[in-house]
Nanobody, 114 residues
Framework: QVQLVESGGGLVRAGGSLRLSCARS????????MGWYRQAPGKQRELVAT???????YYTDSVKGRFTISRDNAKNTLYLHMVSLKPEDTAVYYC????????WGQGTQVTVSS
């Protein structure tokens, strides 16, 4: 069973930056599209960014130009580099396959203060 472990979250001020990591178990990491999702308090989980097997990326409009998704297939690791963070980015961030097919991990909390 694939396991997902997210890390790198924290408390930052608006305008700050964070780099999230997602370690995924399994031997086929490089063969699947992956994504970052987030869930803010009282809201549904939403897709933030995706990266496919060729490295092509997608970003939801609210994070374009501020977030960068990347992957290291040799390390079975997915990353999300976030800059110019805003209070509305506050959420628990999760990684998963795109479309989501694995059991969700615990996520990593990102809190942006104004």
């Amino acid at each position: 069973q694939v396991q997902l472990v997210e890390s790198g979250g924290g408390l930052v001020r608006a305008g700050g930056s964070l780099r999230l990591s997602c370690a995924r178990s399994g031997i086929d990491f490089g063969l699947v599209a992956m994504g970052w999702y987030r869930q803010a308090p009282g809201k549904q989980r939403e897709l933030v960014a995706t990266i496919d097997t060729s490295g092509s990326t997608y970003y939801t409009d609210s994070v374009k130009g501020r977030f960068t998704i990347s992957r290291d297939n040799a390390k079975n690791t997915l990353y999300l580099h976030m800059v110019s963070l805003k209070p509305e980015d506050t959420a628990v961030y999760y990684c998963n396959r795109r479309p989501a097919a694995y059991t969700w991990g615990q996520g990593t909390q990102v809190t942006v203060s104004s």
